[in-house]
């Protein structure tokens, strides 16, 4: 749907059309019940329509991992004065090598909380 070419009238005709649409749905509830009340069984819950997808925060696997950031840190903290390079911090998060890799070379780069000791060796600052 291109919203560019959305005019007023065109909103107001899917606003009808979506407001018949769930009143039709209602009506083919109270039937599934009432058919279900002279056949004394169960109802089962009609189909309905999709509510709209709102724009929101991630959902699913995504949603629950924590930030690379505090992963990394939390295994910089843990490795001790000597540090430990991104393919340890990999094992030991259960993340990718190539993701730690990139992040410590671009954000870890100009991040304060943590210090290059030497190369491929990082420790918290």
């Known amino acids: 749907m291109n919203l560019s070419n959305l005019t007023s009238a065109r909103l107001r005709s899917v606003i009808s059309l979506v407001e018949q649409k769930e009143q039709l749905l209602s009506r083919a509830a109270k039937i599934d019940q009432q058919i279900a009340g002279l056949l004394g069984g169960e109802v089962q819950t009609p189909l309905k329509s999709a509510p709209p997808k709102a724009a929101s925060k991630a959902t699913g696997p995504a949603a629950k991992k924590p930030l690379l950031k505090d992963v990394i ?17 990999a094992e030991r998060t259960g993340r990718s090598e190539g993701a730690i890799s990139v992040w410590l070379y671009t954000t870890g780069k100009t991040s304060k909380a943590i210090k290059k000791v030497a190369p491929g060796r990082y420790v918290p600052a």
């Open 73 to 89: 840190l939390s295994a910089l903290r843990k490795a001790g004065p000597g540090g430990i390079g991104p393919k340890q911090i």
